[in-house]
Nanobody
Framework: QVQLVESGGGLVHSGDSLKLSCAAS????????MGWFRQAPGREREFVAS????????NYVDSVKGRFTISRDGDKNTVYLQMNSLKPEDTAVYYC?????????????WGHGTQVTVSS
């Protein structure tokens, strides 16, 4: 059974940093990718960032480029999202997704989410 468990969310002030973690168990995604998505109140879930497991190729939504960095640790089967210069508009529930084959934008598996709140 595949499980994705996110951690690292919290309440921070504008300009602060947070690092999210997503630990995967039950299988590896060496032929696919993992990614981060977020959903703000009243809005649809949106893609934030993804990383292809083997190549390390990353993709980001324009609004986080230069501020967020996605990375992975193969030994721990874990993906991270380093978030710097946080803004109030980054407030959302952040979800980890894993895709068996692909670029990471259409996950086959989802975590339960972790809340990130950025106060102004």
């Amino acid at each position: 059974q595949v499980q994705l468990v996110e951690s690292g969310g919290g309440l921070v002030h504008s300009g602060d940093s947070l690092k999210l973690s997503c630990a995967a168990s039950g299988r590896t995604f060496s032929s696919g990718a993992m990614g981060w998505f977020r959903q703000a109140p009243g809005r649809e879930r949106e893609f934030v960032a993804s990383i292809r497991w083997n190549s390390g190729i990353t993709n980001y939504v324009d609004s986080v480029k230069g501020r967020f960095t996605i990375s992975r640790d193969g030994d721990k089967n874990t993906v991270y999202l380093q978030m710097n210069s946080l803004k109030p508009e980054d407030t959302a529930v952040y979800y980890c997704g894993a895709e068996r084959y692909g670029m990471g934008r259409n996950p086959d598996y989802w975590g339960h989410g972790t809340q990130v709140t950025v106060s102004s």
